[in-house]
């Protein structure tokens, strides 16, 4: 059975006459996702089959917690490991590293939620009927 709550129409206060529309069209909004949407309408969304993955040609830099790479003298680069503490650093553990990077930021490709289009909904939808009517045609033959 197809799971219709992203066809409900929610009431926008981003939008301009901060009218009802299907939490469908919030994929499409300039501001997805928003403060809005909680987690439950944005698991709705991201499960739903009316939408899909897509990549962005977008990179964000996001803040990560502070992390140290080893660079060695043959040129590898190898994860600092947990116990390195760069405040007093073990310089046994330092013997072959030439120097140590530190980074709290990362560049991610964003991935965004679109929405399939018309034709595609459609299909789907006449897919689950048809998976729905097939058990109530096997009911009526016996």
Same mark, same amino acid.
Request: aromatic share 8%; hydrophobic share 35%; with cysteine.
């Given at each position: ?39 439950? @309408?944005? $698991?709705?969304?991201?499960?739903? =089959? ?9 990179? /964000?830099? #996001? ?14 680069? @190898?994860? $600092?490991?947990?116990?390195?503490? =760069? ?9 072959? /590293?030439? #120097? ?35 058990? #109530? ?6």
């Amino acid at each position: 059975m197809l799971d219709t709550r992203v066809m409900e129409p929610k009431r926008c206060p981003e939008r301009r006459c901060g009218g009802f529309y299907p939490l469908l069209s919030c994929v499409g909004c300039k501001k997805f996702p928003c403060r809005h949407l909680d987690r439950a @309408e944005m $698991a709705i969304i991201e499960q739903s =089959p009316f939408t899909r993955a897509a990549d962005s040609s977008k990179l /964000v830099l #996001r803040k990560v917690p502070m992390q140290y790479i080893f660079q060695k003298y043959d040129g590898s680069f @190898e994860d $600092a490991p947990e116990s390195f503490n =760069p405040d007093k650093p073990d310089f046994a553990m330092l013997q072959d /590293v030439e #120097r140590v990077i530190p980074f709290n930021k990362v560049l991610e490709k964003q991935m965004r939620l679109v929405a399939v289009n018309a034709d595609e909904r459609k299909a789907i939808m006449a897919k689950d009927q048809a998976q729905e009517e097939a058990p #109530r045609k096997s009911r009526k033959r016996k």
